[in-house]
């Protein structure tokens, strides 16, 4: 596969502060990380509906991970992703354009991850190479930790990824991993979907529930919306 990093960042932002966030970060920000670095090659934002279905974590980050979900996607790997957006951050920084970091929001969880596994519904054209640059309006994430028991992992890719694309709705999985210095992390699966439809997204909910062995521990699961040029909004 050409990308070898997926950048994840979970964000929480201020009441009152979104649509200065969302014109910094559309306007600014992300053309910015697009611009100046090479190995960046597509980046998409997620927004969480208010009344959306959350599976959340009883602590840490995912307890309450915020309303927007951020995706980079690089030819680089993983380490060579956070040294190129350390600099250019500071040298926006030195230019006074990153005020809104930490003021407007903040990064409840984030994490350069190794793209693991990617499959594309064969019900559509695109490979998995490029299912996640097509159009979609929605995706649902799942952030865990695998047992040690390999037999849920593997029939998640055999059997059941297969089995979920029988639904023409989901047109493409990924499985993102931590970084090895970061083994403590969690897995992230992310499934895209043409459409918001809660019956996609219980479809996907049950595959944790199900299959042989040990199952994983899920600490957060929720489908957002994607956000093209900063819509839909449900936030002020």
């Not at 009883?58 to 951020?70: V, W």
């Not at 990617?118 to 047992?147: C, D, K, M, R, W």
């Not at 029988?166 to 090895?180: C, F, G, K």
Request: with cysteine.
């Amino acid at each position: 596969m050409k990308t070898r990093t997926a950048f994840l960042a979970f964000l929480s932002v201020l009441p009152g502060r979104h649509d200065d966030f969302l014109d910094w970060h559309e306007l600014d920000h992300r053309p910015e990380n697009h611009g100046g670095i090479g190995h960046i090659f597509h980046s998409e934002r997620f927004v969480l509906p208010p009344q959306g279905r959350r599976e959340l974590a009883a602590e840490g980050p995912f307890a309450d991970p915020g309303q927007y979900l951020m995706t980079y996607w690089s030819t680089a790997e993983p380490e060579q992703v956070t040294h190129d957006m350390a600099v250019l951050r500071e040298q926006l920084a030195a230019q006074g354009r990153c005020g809104p970091i930490n003021r407007d929001f903040r990064a409840t969880w984030r994490h350069r991850m190794h793209l693991a596994k990617g499959y594309a519904n064969p019900a559509h054209a695109a490979s998995s190479e490029a299912a996640f640059l097509t159009n979609h309006t929605a995706i649902v994430v799942t952030v865990g930790h695998y047992a040690g028991d390999p037999q849920w992992a593997s029939w998640y890719d055999r059997t059941e990824v297969p089995a979920l694309f029988d639904d023409e709705r989901i047109t493409a999985s990924y499985t993102l991993m931590p970084q090895v210095t970061a083994a403590a992390e969690p897995f992230v699966h992310l499934h895209y979907l043409t459409v918001a439809d809660d019956g996609a997204g219980e479809a996907i909910a049950a595959a944790y529930a199900s299959g042989p062995g040990a199952r994983p521990r899920v600490l957060y699961q929720a489908a957002y919306l994607a956000q093209h040029g900063s819509q839909p909004r449900f936030y002020t």
